[in-house]
């Protein structure tokens, strides 16, 4: 019984790992020919940042407004 447990833990454990490494060494290729074929992908990453930090400025405004109401009714008061 010792025996099949190592064996079926050795067996999960290379099959696990045969999976893996193949998958990460299928993706490497694929990229470098696409970039030697086509540079189109490199300006589509390009575009993702830029919208990233235009949502940034966003939420400053709305400090802004705070203050303002603030001051409105000291002069009443």
């Known amino acids: 019984m010792r025996f099949s447990k190592l064996a079926a833990t050795l067996t999960l454990c290379g099959c696990s790992a045969a999976a893996y490494s193949a998958v990460p060494v299928q993706d490497a290729p694929p990229p470098r020919d ?17 919208a990233s930090p235009t949502p940034t400025p966003a939420p400053a405004p709305d400090p802004m407004p705070s203050p303002s109401p603030t001051p409105d009714a000291n002069p009443p008061g």
Do not use: R
């Open 34 to 50: 696409n970039l030697q074929t086509a540079p189109a992908p490199t300006p589509t990453p390009t575009p993702s940042p830029t």
